[in-house]
């Protein structure tokens, strides 16, 4: 069946350092693909999405594209800060269909 | 401003006491569903929801009852809880013109 893998966290990095959290999936069709963050205490949010191959999503600095080649959705972010820190799940969707988690990946950012 | 309301937020309970969580939205979803969070685990799909009076199983029903009488709410309820389903509950609405999911802050449960 259809699933998402991402790294295993928790993902350690100094303000103003290059952030790449990894996502992979495995699927029988062409799902959308999603990030999203949930801060302490919170609910998820959406961070970012992307429909097709080759889109790129972005917010608030954040990147991911959809490659359809390797089966990734990396997200990146050129220099994080401390309230970055939360925890950041990938997720795919089809249409209607109920969007399947990735276990999630724990980003700490120190000053 | 566009909320998906749950209560209680933290919940202490004993095995087999029966308890109901609560789930409101106001932005006039179609689609609700469940989620449990467990380390690990990440988020997974409980029931969801696809219209009033429609409801099917997710990937971990076992334990849990929903109801949709009306559009805006979707309570959970566990008949007889058990240990096993301490966890962090998470209501969530979702735009099917965009496919973005709403959630709503958290329940978080703990049965002894």
């Known amino acids: 069946g259809d699933s998402v893998t991402q790294m295993e966290g928790p993902v350690t990095l100094s303000e103003e350092a290059f952030l790449t959290i990894n996502c992979t999936y495995t699927?029988?069709?062409?799902?959308?693909l999603f990030w999203y963050v949930q801060y302490p205490g919170e609910g998820l949010q959406l961070l970012l999405k992307?429909?097709?191959?080759?889109d790129k999503g972005s917010n608030k600095g954040f990147e991911a594209t959809y490659r359809k080649e390797t089966t990734s959705f990396h997200l990146e972010k050129g220099s994080v800060q401390v309230s970055d820190s939360a925890v950041y799940f990938c997720a795919l969707s089809y249409n209607t269909d109920k969007l399947i988690f990735g276990t999630g990946t724990r980003l700490q950012v120190f000053p | 401003e566009a909320q998906v309301t749950q209560n209680p937020r933290y919940l202490i309970t004993v095995t087999g006491k029966k308890l109901t969580v609560t789930c409101s939205q106001n932005m006039n979803h179609e689609y609700m569903s469940w989620y449990r969070q467990d380390p690990g685990l990440g988020l997974r799909q409980i029931y969801y929801?696809?219209?009033?009076?429609?409801?099917d199983k997710g990937d971990v029903p076992e334990g849990y009852k929903v109801s949709r009488k009306e559009k805006r709410n979707f309570p959970l309820i566990l008949e007889s809880p058990s240990p096993n389903q301490t966890s962090l509950y998470f209501c969530?609405?979702?735009?099917?013109?965009?496919?973005?999911?709403?959630f709503g802050e958290g329940s978080r449960l703990t049965v002894l």
């Open positions: 969530a609405t979702r735009d099917l013109g965009t496919g973005e999911l709403f």
């Open positions: 992307a429909t097709k191959a080759d």
């Open positions: 699927a029988t069709g062409y799902p959308s």
């Open positions: 929801s696809m219209n009033v009076e429609v409801t």
